[in-house]
T-cell receptor
Framework: LAKTTQPISMDSYEGQEVNITCSHN???????ITWYQQFPSQGPRFIIQ???TKVTNEVASLFIPADRKSSTLSLPRVSLSDTAVYYC????????????FGIGTKLQVIP | EPEVTQTPSHQVTQMGQEVILRCVPI?????FYWYRQILGQKVEFLVS????????KSEIFDDQFSVERPDGSNFTLKIRSTKLEDSAMYFC?????????????FGSGTRLTVV
């Protein structure tokens, strides 16, 4: 599995856009990039998944450059409720494969 | 939106006792997992289950752990003789053939406290 590197923590004020970048230099051709969100004492929750270029849903956008060695999760206009740990995962996106979580990025949204 | 349901939400048990954590995965999912998270640490993989058998397990999943799908809906994790270090949040997850779109769906967890 491709190893990922992301900042341990980030702070942001309410209403700002937050961009969390993940490095995955050893990403394989068949790998997808998936982001999860975890609130305290809750299970991780899927946010977004992409393979290349840009993916957008109602929660976030995911930007993936052409070389796919990194990706950026963009959260528009964050609120206090977006305070959570965000995990970047890389894998083939097959259901039978376990996911391996790193430490993630702890996002603290400040009023 | 389909959910993975876990019961109980919180379990307190004495060291050496057996506990069974229960999960109801999403009905049309094929793959089932247990993960755990010790307070302040990473989410760790324990075991994956497919077609009524274990497909992969981690070093954590030793002989004191077992999993079972006793009927068509429940998926259980049993810890035979609990230790203090088993205290953690235990998450059940399920997935379909491909994880694109919704990824893995995790339950809200069971907080196990061993005293």
């Amino acid at each position: 599995l491709a190893k990922t590197t992301q900042p341990i923590s980030m702070d942001s004020y309410e209403g700002q856009e937050v961009n969390i970048t993940c490095s995955h230099n050893n990403i394989a051709t068949n790998d997808y990039i998936t982001w999860y969100q975890q609130f305290p004492s809750q299970g991780p929750r899927f946010i977004i998944q992409g393979y290349k270029t840009k993916v957008t849903n109602e929660v976030a956008s995911l930007f993936i450059p052409a070389d796919r060695k990194s990706s950026t999760l963009s959260l528009p206009r964050v609120s206090l409720s977006d305070t959570a740990v965000y995990y970047c995962l890389v894998g083939e996106g097959k259901g039978y494969q376990k996911v391996t979580f790193g430490i993630g990025t702890k996002l603290q949204v400040i009023p | 939106e389909p959910e993975v349901t876990q019961t109980p939400s919180h379990q307190v048990t004495q060291m050496g006792q057996e506990v069974i954590l229960r999960c109801v995965p999403i009905s049309n999912h094929l793959y089932f997992y247990w993960y755990r998270q010790i307070l302040g640490q990473k989410v760790e993989f324990l075991v994956s289950f497919y077609n009524n058998e274990i497909s992969e397990k981690s070093e954590i999943f030793d002989d004191q752990f077992s999993v079972e799908r006793p009927d068509g809906s429940n998926f259980t994790l049993k810890i035979r003789s609990t230790k203090l270090e088993d205290s953690a949040m235990y998450f059940c997850a399920s997935s379909g053939e491909l994880t694109g779109g919704n990824g893995y769906t995790f339950g809200s967890g069971t907080r196990l406290t061993v005293v």
